[in-house]
């Protein structure tokens, strides 16, 4: 696999806005889904919030934070996943959870090389 260039986010929260937006600050077609429209739309916020604050403070300029907007799309479909080069999970932190999503994104990406990632900090084994 050489250069990634189409990155999947499942979750919109506090890390996978983070992780869509510096994603999109590289200059890669990013693709964001949450589990309804109400939580897309706080985790799209998010991400116009922030970066709306790094042009503030100077560590990024207008044209740079619209390009960046415009690399991010956002849907509740996990299915429009399937083109996806790099997926990184970044849901609620529940194994259950997690697991479906993953078992889901295996099934929908299951002829490609994609490269699975899981963003998990407390999960208990």
Do not use: H, P
Request: proline share 0%; net charge negative.
């Amino acid at each position: 696999m050489g250069t990634i260039s189409r990155v999947g986010v499942v979750g919109a929260g506090i890390m996978g806005a983070g992780i869509a937006e510096v994603c999109a600050r590289a200059d890669v077609d990013v693709l964001v889904t949450e589990m309804n429209v109400e939580a897309l739309a706080a985790g799209q916020d998010r991400m116009a919030t922030s970066l709306r604050r790094a042009v503030r403070a100077g560590k990024l300029t207008e044209a740079d934070r619209d390009k960046a907007l415009s690399t991010i799309r956002f849907t509740t479909d996990l299915a429009e996943f399937g083109d996806r080069e790099l997926v990184i999970e970044a849901i609620t932190e529940r194994e259950e959870a997690k697991s479906r999503v993953l078992a889901a994104l295996d099934t929908i990406i299951a002829a490609r090389e994609v490269i699975f990632a899981s963003n998990t900090s407390s999960i208990r084994s």
